[in-house]
T-cell receptor, first 112, second 113 residues
Framework: AQSVTQPDIHITVSEGASLELRCNYS??????LFWYVQSPGQGLQLLLK??????LVQGIKGFEAEFKRSQSSFNLRKPSVHWSDAAEYFC??????????FGTGTSLTVIP | EAQVTQNPRYLITVTGKKLTVTCSQN?????MSWYRQDPGLGLRQIYY???????DKGDVPEGYKVSRKEKRNFPLILESPSPNQTSLYFC????????????FGPGTRLTVT
C-alpha cells in the first residue's frame, strides 16, 4: 500500500540556518513526489515536484529536494531559512489517475 | 484570476442535517479532488474526478458523495453528517496534461455537533 511518512512533527530552526525536512515513501512503482507548503489559514501551495530525471529538483522560494530511490526518500532542503518560511510542510506521492497520498506534515517554527 | 473557490468557508451544523460544500474552478481543469485535513493525519483524499461524470473513491469516501455534472464544479455532499466529519476540507483541481500540479481552494472548516 502507498504511504508517506514525515517523521518530524515539529522542527524549530533559527533564521538564517539551514533546513532539512524528511520524507519517506512507500510505493510500488516509480513515484511522483511533491512538497507542498501551507501557511496558517491558507490552502496548500506546490513547492516542487519530482517526476523523473535529475534527482535534485529546484522549487520556489529557494527550496530544493533530492530523490533517493535506494532510501525511498525525498527530503526537502533550504540553505538559509527566512522567518516567512514558518508554515506546515507536506510531502505527497501521486499515484495512478489522480490519487494522492499525503504525509502527516511537519510544522516549522523559525526563531528570529 | 485563476482560482479554486469553495463555499461556504465556515459551517457549523448538526448531526444528520444534509449539507453541500461547493467547489468551482475557472481554469478549465479536467481533474478535481476533495480532501479532508485532520490534526496528526495530514490530508486524506475523499473523492476525485478525472472528468465530467467520472468520479472515483479516494482513501476515505465513507459518508460522502460527489457529483461532476459540469467541468468547473465538483460539490461535496454529506447526506447525514456526523461529528467525526468535523474537519477542514479542501478542493483541488489540475490540468489533465499536468495532473499532479494541483491548485487548492482556500478550505472549508466544517463543525458537526
Amino acid at each position: 500500500a502507498q504511504s508517506v511518512t514525515q517523521p518530524d512533527i515539529h522542527i524549530t530552526v533559527s533564521e538564517g540556518a539551514s533546513l532539512e525536512l524528511r520524507c519517506n515513501y512507500s510505493y510500488g512503482a516509480t513515484p511522483y513526489l511533491f512538497w507542498y507548503v501551507q501557511s496558517p489559514g491558507q490552502g496548500l501551495q506546490l513547492l516542487l515536484k519530482y517526476f523523473s530525471g535529475d534527482t535534485l529538483v529546484q522549487g520556489i522560494k529557494g527550496f530544493e529536494a533530492e530523490f533517493k530511490r535506494s532510501q525511498s526518500s525525498f527530503n526537502l532542503r533550504k540553505p538559509s531559512v527566512h522567518w516567512s518560511d514558518a508554515a506546515e510542510y507536506f510531502c505527497a506521492v501521486g499515484a495512478r489517475g489522480n490519487q494522492f497520498y499525503f504525509g502527516t506534515g511537519t510544522s516549522l517554527t523559525v526563531i528570529p | 484570476e485563476a482560482q479554486v473557490t469553495q463555499n461556504p468557508r465556515y459551517l457549523i451544523t448538526v448531526t444528520g442535517k444534509k449539507l453541500t460544500v461547493t467547489c468551482s474552478q475557472n481554469m478549465n481543469h479536467e481533474y478535481m479532488s476533495w480532501y479532508r485535513q485532520d490534526p496528526g493525519l495530514g490530508l486524506r483524499q475523499i473523492y476525485y474526478s478525472m472528468n465530467v461524470e467520472v468520479t472515483d473513491k479516494g482513501d476515505v469516501p465513507e459518508g460522502y458523495k460527489v457529483s461532476r455534472k459540469e467541468k468547473r464544479n465538483f460539490p461535496l455532499i454529506l447526506e447525514s453528517p456526523s461529528p467525526n466529519q468535523t474537519s477542514l476540507y479542501f478542493c483541488a483541481s489540475s490540468f489533465r496534461g499536468a495532473p499532479y500540479e494541483q491548485y487548492f481552494g482556500p478550505g472549508t472548516r466544517l463543525t458537526v455537533t
